[in-house]
């Protein structure tokens, strides 16, 4: 299988304050960089799960992905073809191919829009002609196991799981290769987050489709995605294949995800890992490694030096000085 999407490097910066206060107040650098140096590939068909505390930067490089956000350095490239810095219309296009499903799919769309106009925007949006929108919604809606009756309803007659389902056709209506899923269960109660993920896992089983699946829990992801990134202050901390990750994890701030969420299972009774300490600020980031504020192992070298990318295999990768045994 080949790369669909290949991002290399990747940096986006916001500025802080505008260039006359910043001078004003001899501020030499008013940027914060919300994601510094990233670099993931998905291949075709292929699910990754992006995992990170809130504020890490993972809408960030959602949002640089589909042109909404500036690439201030590196390089993404779509099917073959760079795409960062190409302008909004080049963009308008590329969203066909590369489709985003939002937190909240549906509350963020006018509540007076019907479902079947909902999950048939895309159809209008992209200017695609020739085609039976009653016939597309039927057919969205029952792939997202609703069923046609629900074309005629407004959103606040959806229940959460349902609005979600409403996004995943939406999402899915131009038959895209890359579906970008930002936090997709966020807000739901525990079973109906479960059964958001089974859809689009069987989903992307089904239509062969690649995802990119963002959440703050680690769990969320475990089952339906084939590798994982775990994300710190804008950058990889740990990727590699979900099983490595799970049952193998090297890095300290991964381990301490796993067990700040643990899965509901009665049986593992795994000791619980607190993440101490505050996200420090992306104005005045630790040095050395980013990581030693909060990290239960850190010692003197980690205060000092950043540590360089480690490769465990092919595929498995993290930054530490002293990685979890396995
Ligand atoms: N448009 C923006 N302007 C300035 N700062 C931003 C902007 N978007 C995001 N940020 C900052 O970038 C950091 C990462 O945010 P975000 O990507 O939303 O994190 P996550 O999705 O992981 O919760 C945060 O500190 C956030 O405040
Ligand atoms: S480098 Fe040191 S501080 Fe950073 S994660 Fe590893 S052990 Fe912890
Ligand atoms: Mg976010």
Redesign the pocket.
């Known amino acids: 299988m080949s790369a669909l999407l290949e991002v290399e490097d990747l940096r986006v910066r916001f500025r802080t304050i505008g260039s006359l206060r910043a001078r004003i107040r001899g501020v030499e650098d008013p940027f914060i960089d919300a994601v510094c140096g990233v670099s993931f590939s998905i291949r075709e068909g292929e699910t990754l799960g992006l995992v990170g505390e809130s504020g890490s930067g993972k809408s960030t490089i959602a949002r640089a992905l589909i042109g909404l956000n500036p690439v201030a350095d590196g390089s993404i490239r779509f099917d073959g073809r760079e795409i960062a810095g190409l302008g909004e219309r080049q963009y308008g296009a590329l969203r066909r191919e590369m489709s985003m499903m939002w937190q909240d799919p549906v509350g963020s769309l006018s509540p007076r829009l019907t479902v079947r106009s909902l999950v048939t925007e895309p159809f209008r949006i992209h200017g695609v002609k020739g085609r039976d929108l009653d016939e597309e919604a039927s057919r969205l809606l029952t792939m997202v196991g609703l069923g046609p009756d629900f074309a005629s309803r407004f959103p606040h007659q959806l229940s959460g799981g349902q609005a979600r389902r409403v996004g995943v056709a939406r999402a899915l209506a131009l038959d895209p290769k890359l579906v970008i899923a930002d936090e997709p269960t966020a807000g739901l109660d525990v079973s109906v987050q479960a059964e958001v993920l089974n859809l689009l896992g069987d989903l992307q089983r089904r239509l062969g489709v690649a995802i990119l699946v963002i959440t703050h829990n680690l769990n969320v992801v475990r089952h339906i995605t084939d590798r994982m990134a775990i994300m710190y202050l804008g950058r990889f901390v740990e990727q590699g294949p979900t099983e490595d990750v799970f049952f193998h994890p090297r ?3 991964t381990e301490a995800l796993l067990s700040a969420n643990p899965e509901p299972d009665p049986d593992a009774a795994k000791e619980r890992i607190e993440i101490s300490g505050e996200v420090p600020s992306l104005l005045d980031r630790p040095k050395g ?1 980013e ?2 504020t909060r ?1 239960l ?3 003197d070298d ?1 205060r000092r030096v950043a ?1 360089g990318v480690t490769r465990e295999s092919e595929t498995h990768r993290y930054t ?4 979890l045994s396995e």
Do not use: E, R, S
């Not at 530490?320 to 990685?323: G, L, S, W, Y």
């Open positions: 890095h300290p701030y490694c990581f030693h990290c192992y850190a010692q980690c540590p530490c000085h002293h990685p």
